[in-house]
């Protein structure tokens, strides 16, 4: 454990050291009146850092390396220092004010990455699910020197996935020189940590709290402020109690993926659908782009609560609000269209604010919300510019959810959305006054957060899944941030509900008395999932490390063996054959954890990549005439055609192909290694 404590302290360390060069920045991005604006720095950072770097190797003018990445690190540095210098008075008015909390911010950020950077030490393998897929992508940004990356599954193809999240883990990977077996795991519990941070930044901010903790009100807000913290990164769904109902509270055996696959045909439904969330996305630990661009998220929301709270929309924050919808492009498409939809929103308020026009806020609205999608848009070209899209187009839904089936799902913030309302209607009398005031802002997200539920079960993106499961992955990324809005904003509504200057007869006091222990014990369920969730899966008893990569020399010691063989060699963008196997399973293995290309590996998602089957169909044929063929000219043909230089025959070989002839690879090559039974040929 020790050694896994010194790879967490010296990543600690890289993210300090990001987050102190990039506070500057993120003095004047947010509001100086809170002192969260630290923290935040480490989103700024990391994403401004990350972006610069790729697009120095987008545009060929630098390539990806560790020399270069610390290069860009040090530019970065160097512009943070003039930007220091031109604010220096206010700025160390504003540190000497509000130190004491930028300390207890570096500490929560530190004990979140330390807890969850253990948890993952009893199950550190990157194994199972998507993380094939997810660790490829970050070894195969690794390999490559400029962008975009090859495809570690579709050699000769750059990759056609939003892979930018992938990059950032790659680029911290590189800036901090520790392995990607290590990094991958690391950087699971950074988002996480990023992501309990920036909940309780967007909090505290959305409370409108300054740094003083001396009034009731204050300390009030930060306790709230913490339990939305809790509530986005391990609340669950109300399903745990529905569960609990139905199993007459047997805690042991509840199963914690039911949560997110409740809407199905299984349990009554008539098609088949996912709704995860964050808590769930932090157990199994698949690097997938919405956890990856979680954080950015949260940056996002709280850069606009800080321009609705101070009225003021600049240049600079337009500007880097379209910086962020521009890397969501790359790393979370689906997120675009949420959150440029709620920033409309915010524009409206401020603008109808500011003039008391509706048809001019309107018209500032339209042109604001313009300007920042198109320079987002910009921000992305490069990436874009070598992207095919992969949706078939929007189409009408033909499925729909049981209403009792939402009600389990959503219910909760239903009653608590409804409570809301209610208090706006008694404590609002004209639309003026209330648009200027946090619960506006609230309501905005409230609303984009329900239209996200509603969405699915109307219309869903065509993509390659079969009938029953068409709008599985359009209800996915859509309520996954329905869950993240309402989670954010369901301790805000309590807290103006309950606030001493809100209209309190009996009847509403009793109301909401009974309201508050109703949430509370809801609350406290939702948090339980996640014990139940990491004790399911981590299990708790023996710890392992936090090398991914450990699980690989007891399972397949000599394919292991071939993966250290093969990493220091560097041969960026060198075809290696293996066998091409479906998707989740162990097939791809060696590509996976190098990065280096195969012809062929999981096939189910280079099909959705490549928007047909004919590809990768092609592709798995060819790969198995290669290993079973005994026409040494048609092999050498295919060999050629794929530009391969290493085969490997090992024991995922010869599980897919039985019939496999391996004699021939000696007279078209060499064996140039061999360990366990598992062999490379380098082929002429």
């Known amino acids: 454990?020790?050694?896994?404590?010194?790879?967490?302290?010296?990543?600690?360390?890289?993210?300090?050291?990001?987050?102190?060069?990039?506070?500057?920045?993120?003095?004047?991005l947010f509001s100086r009146q809170n002192a969260t604006s630290y923290i935040l720095g480490k989103g700024v950072g990391v994403i401004l850092i990350s972006y610069i770097s790729w697009l120095l190797a987008s545009l060929r003018v630098l390539p990806f390396s560790n020399i270069t990445v610390w290069l860009t690190f040090l530019i970065f540095a160097l512009f943070q220092l003039l930007l220091f210098y031109s604010v220096r008075r206010e700025f160390r008015k504003f540190v000497l004010t509000n130190y004491r909390g930028f300390i207890f911010q570096e500490i929560l950020f530190f004990v979140c990455l330390l807890s969850w950077s253990l948890v993952r030490g009893y199950q550190p393998d990157i194994r199972g699910l998507e993380k094939f897929m997810d660790f490829g992508l970050v070894n195969a940004i690794l390999q490559s020197n400029f962008f975009p990356p090859q495809d570690m599954w579709f050699s000769g193809n750059p990759i056609n996935y939003y892979y930018f999240g992938h990059f950032i883990t790659a680029f911290l990977t590189q800036l901090s020189g520790i392995p990607s077996y290590i990094t991958y795991n690391l950087m699971i519990a950074t988002i996480f940590s990023l992501t309990f941070s920036f909940s309780f930044a967007f909090a505290r901010s959305l409370f409108g709290l300054t740094n003083s903790l001396n009034t009731?009100?204050?300390?009030?807000?930060?306790?709230?402020?913490?339990?939305?913290?809790?509530?986005?990164?391990l609340g669950g769904n109300?399903?745990?109690?529905?569960?609990?109902?139905?199993?007459?509270?047997?805690?042991?055996?509840?199963?914690?993926?039911?949560?997110?696959?409740?809407?199905?045909?299984?349990?009554?439904?008539?098609?088949?659908?996912?709704?995860?969330?964050?808590?769930?996305?932090?157990?199994?630990?698949?690097?997938?782009?919405?956890?990856?661009?979680?954080p950015f998220v949260l940056l996002?929301?709280?850069?606009?609560?800080?321009?609705?709270?101070?009225?003021?929309?600049?240049?600079?924050r337009v500007l880097f609000l379209s910086f962020l919808l521009g890397s969501f492009v790359m790393t979370s498409t689906w997120d675009v269209p949420i959150y440029l939809t709620s920033l409309s929103g915010i524009f409206l308020l401020v603008s109808y604010s500011r003039t008391n026009s509706i048809l001019l806020a309107i018209s500032k609205t339209v042109l604001?919300?313009?300007?920042?999608?198109f320079i987002g848009l910009l921000f992305s070209l490069p990436f874009l510019m070598s992207f095919r899209n992969i949706s078939g187009g929007v189409k009408i839904s033909e499925f729909h959810s049981p209403l009792w089936m939402l009600g389990v799902l959503w219910g909760l913030f239903g009653f608590l959305s409804l409570i809301f309302l209610v208090y706006l209607v008694r404590k609002y009398r004209s639309l003026r006054e209330f648009a200027k005031t946090g619960d506006a802002l609230v309501l905005c997200l409230v609303l984009t957060g329900w239209l996200l539920v509603v969405?699915?079960?109307?219309?869903?993106?065509?993509?390659?899944?079969?009938?029953?499961?068409?709008?599985?992955?359009?209800?996915?990324?859509?309520?996954?941030?329905s869950f993240v809005l309402f989670s954010l904003t369901s301790f805000y509504i309590l807290w103006r509900v309950f606030s001493r200057d809100s209209k309190a007869g009996l009847v509403w006091r009793f109301l909401r008395l009974s309201y508050l222990m109703l949430l509370g014990f809801v609350v406290i369920g939702q948090v339980t999932y996640s014990y139940l969730a990491v004790k399911s899966y981590y299990g708790l008893n023996t710890y392992k490390g936090i090398a991914g990569n450990s699980w690989v020399i007891d399972?397949?010691?000599?394919?292991?063996?071939?993966?250290?063989?093969?990493?220091?060699?560097?041969?960026?963008?060198?075809?290696?054959?293996?066998?091409?196997?479906?998707?989740?399973?162990?097939?791809?293995?060696?590509?996976?954890?190098?990065?280096?290309?195969?012809?062929?590996?999981?096939?189910?998602?280079?099909?959705?990549?490549?928007?047909?089957?004919?590809?990768?169909?092609?592709?798995?044929?060819?790969?198995?005439v290669i290993y079973t063929s005994q026409d040494r000219e048609r092999v050498l043909a295919l060999i050629t055609k794929y530009d391969v230089l290493f085969v490997v025959v090992g024991a995922l070989e010869r599980q897919k192909y039985p019939t496999l002839e391996e004699s021939k690879f000696k007279t078209l090559g060499k064996l140039v290694f061999s360990s366990f039974g598992t062999q490379v040929y380098r082929v002429n």
């Open 1 to 28: 454990m020790t050694e896994d404590l010194l790879f967490i302290f010296r990543w600690w360390l890289l993210l300090f050291e990001i987050g102190l060069v990039s506070f500057p920045l993120s003095f004047l």
């Open 216 to 233: 009731e009100r204050s300390r009030l807000g930060i306790v709230f402020s913490f339990a939305t913290s809790f509530l986005v990164s």
């Open 238 to 294: 109300p399903h745990f109690y529905y569960w609990l109902a139905r199993n007459n509270f047997n805690f042991s055996s509840y199963w914690y993926p039911d949560a997110t696959r409740f809407i199905v045909e299984l349990f009554g439904a008539s098609d088949n659908t996912i709704h995860e969330f964050p808590a769930y996305s932090f157990v199994v630990a698949d690097l997938h782009g919405h956890l990856l661009n979680l």
């Open 300 to 316: 996002f929301l709280t850069l606009m609560v800080h321009i609705f709270l101070e009225q003021k929309i600049t240049f600079m």
């Open 368 to 373: 604001l919300s313009g300007v920042t999608f």
């Open 455 to 481: 969405v699915p079960e109307v219309v869903y993106v065509k993509d390659i899944y079969i009938h029953e499961y068409q709008r599985a992955n359009t209800m996915f990324k859509l309520t996954y941030q």
């Open 555 to 624: 399972h397949y010691p000599g394919e292991g063996k071939v993966i250290d063989w093969f990493l220091p060699q560097r041969l960026s963008g060198r075809v290696v054959l293996q066998a091409a196997g479906d998707s989740y399973t162990d097939f791809g293995l060696i590509s996976s954890y190098t990065g280096l290309p195969t012809v062929q590996g999981w096939l189910v998602h280079e099909w959705l990549w490549r928007g047909s089957f004919e590809g990768p169909g092609e592709r798995a044929r060819d790969v198995e």
